[in-house]
């Protein structure tokens, strides 16, 4: 597989509540090990599915890795004033 077309596989999440601070580094391709016998198993009624609808198969999983590629680099920060919350896909 090509690189453009892999998942995030880890994140960072920065929790920082008045002087106490939280960092996590949560390693997300366990996340896509867990998913990857669901979406195996899923893969048969999304093929019905797909010619029942008249949708071409192969490129909407494309479409799908794409769409999960494109989490790369993103970065949510929501502030309050009361707390911060930080978190990177990598």
Do not use: C, D, Q, Y
């Not at 929790?15 to 896509?32: D, I």
């Not at 195996?40 to 029942?52: C, G």
């Amino acid at each position: 597989m090509k690189a453009e077309i892999l998942p995030p596989l880890t994140a960072t999440v920065h929790v920082k509540t008045g002087r106490f601070g939280l960092r996590l580094w949560l390693p997300l391709f366990l996340f896509w090990l867990l998913l990857l016998p669901l979406v195996i198993l899923a893969l048969p009624f999304l093929f019905a599915a797909a010619l029942v609808f008249g949708i071409r198969f192969w490129a909407s999983i494309r479409a799908t890795l794409a769409l999960l590629a494109g989490f790369h680099g993103t970065s949510v920060e929501v502030e309050r004033p009361s707390a911060r919350v930080f978190i990177n896909l990598h």
